[in-house]
Structure formats: C-alpha cells, structure tokens
C-alpha cells in the first residue's frame, strides 16, 4: 500500500498495510505503543532544523536574508527570485543566524553507459593459489582482469565492510551482510604479501604463514584462525616499517576525520575489554565517554594500526577495479554490538530489530537482528549515517547494490521478544534518502542497483525507475519469462540465499534444506526444475552442466542492462552460499572448488561468458 493511501501516524508508524497476498493487515494495540516507544517523542526543534534536500535546478521557496555557505566555503547570498542554480553538493543554509545543511542533489542516478555482463561472486570464496586461505583484494584484481579478457563489464561482489574488532576476531559470525560498520573495510581481505616492505619484514616466513593460513580454509573457510596468523604479520609489517610516522598516512587519516577516529578506538577498546560494548566499563560505552577519549593518546600506535589497515584496504580495492568495474553490496544495517552500533548509539531504536513480514518463503516472517536508525534521529543528524555509509560503499567502485532498497521507503521493526510477523512497517523519508544516493551515483559516476525482491509495496518499483535506480530480476523469481523483464534492471538467476542451479536441478539443495532441519519446499523445487525444462528447454536427463547452460541461454534474453553469472553457477556448485535459517551449516564459509587460475579453462565458465557475451 503506497504511504498516501496508508494510516501514518506522527511517529512515521503505518498502522494499515497490504499483505504479501495483498490482503489488508492492520497492527495491534501492543505492536503500535512498542514501536512508539522505540521511535520516541520527534523533538521539533532538531526537525526544524533538519536539512533541506532539493534537486538542483529547480525552484524552491528561499527564505528570507539566506545565504549559503557551499562545501567548498565560498558564501553566496539567495534571492528569491533567482533560487536555482546551486552546484550539487552538500552545503549550509543559513538565515535568521541560524544553519541548517542544505543537499542539492542530481535527483537522477548514473545510468550504465552500455549494455554488459559479469560476475558476481563471494569473494571470500574466490581464491587463488596465492591466498592466504581466503579470497582478498588481490584475487579480486585477478577475477576483474579475467572478466575484462572475457569481455565482462562488471563484477559483483559480497558486502566487503568492516567485521569485528581489527585487533582480535573478524566478526562475531561470518555473514557479510552483519558487518559491524558499513563505512570501513574488512582487513581480512587484505593481500599480506602485496603491502609495501612485506617481502623485507617476513622474508622467507611469508611462504609458511601462506601455508599456515590456507591449511585455515580447508575444507572450510576458518575466518578466526586465518585472521590470527594475518593479523600477526600485518602487525609485524605495520611496526617494522614504522608506518605509523608515514606522512602519507596522516594526510590520509586528515582527511578521514573524526570517523576513523572513532572507528579505530572501538576496535582498541574491543580488544582491551572484549565482549560487547554494552558491558563495558561506564567511560568506554560511548565515543564521549572519557576512557573512549584518552585512547588516542594512550595507545597511538594502535589507533594508527587500525587507521593504516583502512588506508591499505582502500588502495588494494582501488587497485582491484582498474581492469573491470567493481559493484559493491551495501547491507541494510549493522550489528548492534559493532562500531557503528557503537559510534550511532543515539540514533538506533533501542530494543528493535528489522526484518521482513511473512512471505511465500518464510511463513513466520524474518528477524535479522540488525537495529534501525529512528528516522526522525537519522533526519536530525543531518543524514551523515547514511551518506557515510553510502559514500564509503560506492568508493572505489564502478557501482552499488543496495540490499533490501525497499528499506529506504519503509522498514518492517520487530519489537525485542516478539515473534517477526507481530512487528511492524516504519516510513522513512524515502525521497530525501534517493536524493543522497543520487548525489553519490553522480559524484562517484556509478550506476546504483536496488535489491527489491520480497515484499515490495505499489509505486516503489516505480519511484526507483524514475531515480534511475535499476531493478534485480531473478529467474527463481520473476513469473514472466526473461524475454519481458524491464531494461532497467540487473538480471541474474539466483542470489547467495536462493539454490544454484546445479544445486536445484541434482535435488542437493533440497537434501541441504532437509539435512538442516528445515520445512524443505519441495514443491518450489519442482516448479524450478520445471521452468527449466519448459522454457530453458532442458532435457529431464541432463546433467548439471547442461542445466546450468540452458538456466543462462533464457536468461540472455532478458533485455536488461546489466546481465549476471554467479561464478558457483559457472563451476556447477551445487551448495549455496547461505542458507537463511540454519546455525550448523557452514554458511558463507564454503570455498569455489577450483582456484582462480583454472576458472578460464572450466568448459562452463567459457559457455556462460560466450553466452551472456554474446547478448551482451
């Protein structure tokens, strides 16, 4: 149900929805004073002051005596007759000796420029024989300058952002789409051996720690313990160089700000109190607190440590899309125990987790145990959140895909001890969100991807068209043939949480399904199995091979701009990445069966990039 036709109140809750059946639900008494309490009484003083996003040149109504100071400090006053003609950009407006910040955005994302593949990929999984047991930045510059050779135009790949604390584990569990913040990068993906004075420092231990890491991830990818062994030569390397006086490092760490700052003092406190912030000493829990702010000063090295890990990540991820665009994927929140949780403690809903209403593929609903930003908050901080988060993701990338974009209009938030389908949907102020991805598209000169599968309310998928956001059409998913799928849009068969198809056409996803204690689908199964056979015109004895191929042959007729391959699709694997749901399975931690090097020679690997090539 679009917002206009919904009751909202004035907490932004939607008291009345369309189901999934499209059928009318309306929240109980309970659900609507929860959520209340979560969102809490909008001060309008902060919404007064809150920014003012326009689209650059167009009218709007200027106050009176306004003059704008642009980002680049230069002052201009407003007339109200001549209101356009601001560059794009992030300025303030003042009038009546007060400020407020002022977004003048393109209101239009970058639009591919060509019709092209790629790949997408975990990267975690995509491993050379130079790995250090898992898939890093420098295995990434190898796939996209494979893709380029193969005439690919992109690859797309897992979220990359930070986990856990730098200085002890990862992350608390493996998923990327729980990172602890969505600005930084996760050092794990490090290439050790191409740091500057690796080679000098480790000497003839760079061999034995590479075997040492890669005995790490077999069978399956053992993030703690390969971390442990990276995380001892990165230091070594880091104090040996005496980076932390490398000038470049500071003009690097100036130009970061506060952020890093702030990022890289939770990583030290993590690692001198452990567990989660909330149980630490009273001075820690918070940024301002004053343990938190005598750790620059108290433990420099360490904070540079962290600081020069986020630098190095940067340069191996902007050194990795020199061949082929890198599209990035932005999860749609955090975990609550990470950095960022920490850092934006004041702007999250305490007591709430979002998730998804019950759907054909998950009758109870979702919970996913990331908390929200509270929109009136988010709106009240200026959006910096958001456009870090944002501006970060797409960096040093030829593109972004937003997971679950539906969650820039509204959110569906799970009160704490409630089951997921007794949560309920929270607006969000959907246009001046675009408005900042738009910015960051245009400044960033990347095409955006909206992730809008499940339930996606009227008018969304329309709103995102008219923002030149593309779609993401699965053939799992779509009823209609590829053939009539709309040209804005990204297409590919599956995702990480969905089977391949290797996995659905040998009954191995189903197996999984059972194995892991799950109300396997068998019936889903076989409507896909007969999509391939009726439309992809697979014959019911093929082997996995040849399903995988006739999967791709329909999907080349889709007209969309962008065309994807999962690379386990092109080698035939039949797990999938994640399975949502299961604790015992190894999710997001099984490697591709074949290194990097041997992917050019894999027959299917040839078949798909000639296919998609071709309709490329």
């Known amino acids: 149900m679009a917002a206009t036709d919904s009751a909202i109140d004035e907490y932004g809750i939607q008291r009345r929805y369309l189901d999934n059946a499209d059928q009318p639900a309306e929240l109980d008494a309970e659900t ?42 230069e002052r201009r006053p407003l007339r109200p007759s001549r209101p356009a003609g601001l560059p794009y950009g992030y300025h303030w407006l003042e009038t009546g000796g007060r400020r407020r910040r002022l977004i003048v955005s393109p209101g239009r994302c970058v639009r591919p420029s060509r019709r092209s593949w790629g790949w997408t990929a975990q990267l975690y999984a995509t491993r050379s024989a130079a790995s250090w047991g898992i898939g890093d930045f420098a295995d990434l510059r190898r796939l996209t300058t494979l893709a380029a050779e193969q005439g690919a135009g992109f690859v797309l790949v897992n979220p990359l952002h930070a986990g856990g604390s730098t200085a002890t584990e990862p992350a608390p569990q493996p998923s990327p789409y729980f990172p602890s913040s969505r600005r930084f990068f996760n050092p794990l993906y490090l290439s050790v051996p191409e740091l500057p004075g690796a080679a000098e420092v480790l000497g003839g231990r760079l061999a034995e720690l590479a075997r040492q890491a890669r005995a790490a991830g077999e069978p399956r990818i053992d993030r703690d313990a390969i971390w442990r062994i990276k995380r001892a030569a990165l230091r070594e390397i880091f104090d040996a160089t005496g980076a932390a006086a490398d000038p470049r490092l500071a003009d690097w760490r100036r130009g970061r700000g506060r952020p890093v700052t702030d990022f890289a003092t939770w990583c030290v406190l993590t690692e001198r109190y452990g567990g989660s912030w909330p149980d630490w000493p009273a001075g820690a829990r918070s940024p301002a607190g004053p343990l938190a702010r005598r750790v620059p000063d108290e433990q420099p090295d360490d904070i540079a440590f962290v600081c020069w890990l986020q630098w190095q990540a940067e340069r191996q991820l902007g050194a990795a899309g020199g061949s082929t665009a890198v599209l990035q994927d ?135 068209a008219e923002r030149n956001v593309l779609s993401y059409r ?24 969905l089977p391949t198809v290797a996995g659905l056409w040998t009954g191995r996803d189903l197996a999984d399904q059972q194995e892991s204690g799950l109300d396997a689908d068998r019936a889903a199964t076989e409507r896909l199995r007969r999509l391939l056979v009726e439309r992809a015109g697979v014959a019911a004895d093929s082997d ?7 999967a791709y042959r329909l999907l080349a007729r889709a007209p969309s701009l962008l065309l994807a391959a999962s690379l386990d699709d092109a080698l035939a694997v039949p797990d999938r990445p994640n399975m949502p749901g299961t604790v015992a399975r190894p999710n997001w931690s099984i490697p591709l069966p074949v290194p990097l090097e041997e992917f050019a020679r894999q027959p299917l690997v040839r078949t798909l990039a000639g296919l998609l090539g071709a309709a490329g």
Do not use: C, K
Request: charged share 20%.
């Open 32 to 73: 609507v004073a929860a959520l209340r309490a979560a969102v809490g009484e909008p001060d309008p003083e902060a919404l007064e002051h809150s920014p003012l996003v326009i689209r650059g040149g167009t009218d709007w109504a200027v106050p009176a005596a306004a003059e704008v100071e642009l980002e680049t400090g």
């Open 544 to 550: 996995a091979a040849d399903a995988v191929a006739g």
């Open 330 to 464: 932005l999860p749609i929140g955090v975990d609550p125990q990470g950095a960022d949780g920490w850092i934006y403690q004041d702007l999250l809903a305490t007591g709430i987790s979002i998730g998804a209403p019950p759907d054909p593929f998950n009758a109870a609903g979702q919970d996913w145990g990331l908390p929200p930003f509270v929109p009136w908050r988010l709106r009240a901080a200026d959006y910096q959140p958001f456009i870090e988060a944002i501006r970060a993701t797409i960096a040093h990338a030829g593109g972004l895909r937003i997971d679950h974009v539906m969650g820039l209009f509204r959110l569906w938030w799970v009160p704490a001890g409630s089951p997921a389908d007794r949560g309920g949907y929270v607006r969000y102020p959907a246009g001046d969100l675009l408005d900042i991805v738009a910015l960051e598209s245009h400044r960033a000169r990347a095409p955006v991807v909206g992730e809008d599968l499940g339930t996606v309310e009227p008018g969304v998928r329309e709103q995102l």
């Open 474 to 497: 699965l053939l799992w998913f779509e009823p209609e043939p590829p053939a009539r799928w709309p040209a804005a849009a990204l297409a590919a068969v599956s995702t990480h949480d």
